[in-house]
């Protein structure tokens, strides 16, 4: 594991040597000019503002994207080729799994061979910042002022604390951002209410009575078919921060995540406005000693850190799941998904407890940007823009129009049958899955209620977050950090490393590869890595959004 956040830190702070050398060819303000710039006129001549098609003459882009499991490589998708016959805009795309994309991304940007742009781009803060000052990605504000972005200006003067969450610290707009409205926000962990039942187990309220419920799944054979083949608590690996993924969920249930969410890996803001890195507090090393207990007792899938959704779907549709922490519904589960509920908060403190799975309003951030090769920025902002308008939102998350869902007189969106109710046993995610970009986040969208028709609005699924709506943290609390370019070149050489390490020694205190005794030397070490200064700069940003 070493070895992956060594060269994931090198290839930050790749970008960080080319924003202090200079090598990408900058203008005064830290942007690059586009690629083509001598066919400005040219192009923006074939561009209409509104309306389609968005090119009177074809347009022809390269797009990186990363491709959730579920969905289509996006060369083949039929959602994208038909928005291509509607804008006119032809994108040959890079479709990488999303496993894999983090690196490919990293290393397209570290040898400066880029795209014309980015979807699902992923981009923290820091990159979106480290990629600006190097001129790779470019400000979209003149092409925003210019309106090759109806939709997100007109959503700006409707609500500027969009604006406030999309503006990076140096004043400029580098991204468009992931808007949501709708219960889709909210993540959720599933506990199995059949299992429950067939015991005489009351629904788990506190972390204890949470351990003593995974302890009777794991032993008293709640699936009746005579095997210890039950799998008391699972999850499957989404990002490289398994350790993080992990215990996350449960961040809330010690108290943690209050005053702004978690804001980074292992960090959030305590009662005193002060940015704190949780790993080091004494709390969260109770966090790790209870996970140790579940791993030491064979209550955690010994796969956890390794295996795939479908894995996870496959153990599910065998009945030998109790409890897992994923997506903002259940029919991703399988054929057994009925049998899972949302848990509660689970206390495990005397004082104030949170459900920390929940985004702000406007997330994802760093979800499309534009890169300094493009030939035709103009196209390529418009194409994204659709996405912020009730009619692209519905394409990215319900499909065609007449083909997948229909608009009744009312003007609510709803799925066709043969997708809402699939015949062949398809969730409404894998039955859409050829015609929708919306799995797995990070699109460029803006969602509401009356759009989303996906799985997290179904009634059902409203009804299972009620459990845990009073705990969420307020929107205008949740924070998205915005860094200065010295502070994110400062940040570049310290974050990667402070929390892949972290990561690396959660997993390890969890699995009993290192012993809990040796702790204090974990902080020790975290603290030699700079945490101070890490601490600081976040604190700087927090108390800049904060006023």
């Known amino acids: 594991m ?8 090198a290839a930050v702070q790749v970008v960080s040597l080319l924003a202090m050398t200079g090598c990408a060819s900058n203008n005064n303000d830290g942007q690059s000019e586009p690629a083509g710039q001598g066919a400005a006129a040219e192009s923006k001549d074939n561009i209409n503002k509104t309306g389609f098609p968005i090119a009177n003459e074809p347009v022809q882009l390269k797009g990186l994207v990363s491709k959730y499991e579920l969905v289509k490589d996006w060369n083949e998708h039929k959602g994208m080729k038909h928005y291509e016959e509607l804008s006119n805009v032809m994108i040959e795309w890079d ?8 690196e490919r991304r990293n290393l397209l940007f570290a040898s400066n061979d880029l795209p014309d742009f980015v979807m699902r781009a992923n981009l923290s803060s820091q990159l979106l910042t480290s990629y600006a000052a190097t001129g790779q990605i ?12 109806p939709n997100l200006s007109a959503l700006m003067e409707e609500d500027e604390g969009i604006r406030k969450a999309i503006t990076a610290a140096d004043g400029h707009i580098y991204s468009l951002p992931n808007i949501s409205e709708a219960d889709g926000r909210i993540s959720s962990s599933w506990i199995n209410q059949k299992w429950l039942e067939k015991l005489g187990l009351d629904m788990p309220s506190t972390m204890d009575e949470f351990y003593e419920v995974l302890k009777a799944f794991k032993e008293k054979d709640p699936n009746g078919n005579q095997q210890a083949d039950e799998v008391p608590f699972t999850g499957y690996k989404e990002t490289k921060s398994s350790g993080n993924e992990l215990i996350r969920t449960f961040y809330g249930s010690w108290g943690y995540g209050g005053n702004s969410g978690i804001i980074a890996p292992y960090m959030d803001v305590d009662g005193e406005d002060k940015i704190r890195y949780i790993a080091t507090d004494v709390k969260f090393k109770e966090i790790i000693v209870f996970f140790n207990k579940l791993w030491t007792e064979g209550l955690i899938d010994k796969e956890i850190f390794s295996q795939d959704m479908n894995k996870v779907v496959s153990k599910v549709d065998e009945d030998r799941v109790g409890f897992v922490a994923r997506g903002n519904n259940n029919l991703w589960l399988g054929n057994n998904r009925a049998n899972y509920v949302q848990n509660p908060v689970l206390r495990a403190t005397d004082g104030d407890i949170y459900w920390v799975g929940v985004n702000p309003k406007v997330r994802e951030v760093g979800s499309f940007v534009i890169t300094n090769k493009n030939p035709n920025p103009e196209a390529t902002l418009r ?9 692209g939102t519905a394409l990215a998350r319900l499909g065609i ?28 995610d894998e039955a859409l899955s050829e015609y929708t970009i919306f799995q797995g986040g990070q699109i460029t969208q803006r969602v509401t209620q009356k759009v989303d028709q996906s799985a997290a609005v179904l009634p059902e699924m409203i009804a299972n977050k009620d459990i845990i709506r009073p705990y969420l943290v307020p929107d205008e609390k949740l924070m998205n950090p915005s860094f200065t370019e010295e502070e994110n070149i400062k940040l570049g050489t310290i974050a990667t490393d402070l929390e892949a390490y972290t990561d690396e020694q959660v997993v390890k205190f969890v699995t009993g590869s290192r012993p809990i005794g040796e702790w204090d030397k974990f902080v020790s070490a975290l603290n030699n890595m700079k945490l101070d200064e890490y601490l600081a700069i976040y604190q700087a940003a927090y108390d800049r959004w904060n006023q």
Do not use: C, M
């Open 2 to 9: 070493r070895k992956k956040w060594v060269a994931a830190a």
């Open 95 to 102: 479709s990488v799994p999303q496993n894999s994309f983090e």
């Open 383 to 391: 194409w994204a823009d659709h996405f912020l308008s009730e009619e």
């Open 401 to 428: 129009k007449d083909v997948t869902y229909t608009i009744d007189a009312d003007g609510f969106y709803k799925l066709k049958d043969e997708f809402a109710n699939n015949p062949n046993g398809l969730t409404v």
């Open 138 to 149: 470019i400000a979209l504000d003149e092409l925003i002022e210019a309106g090759y972005a």
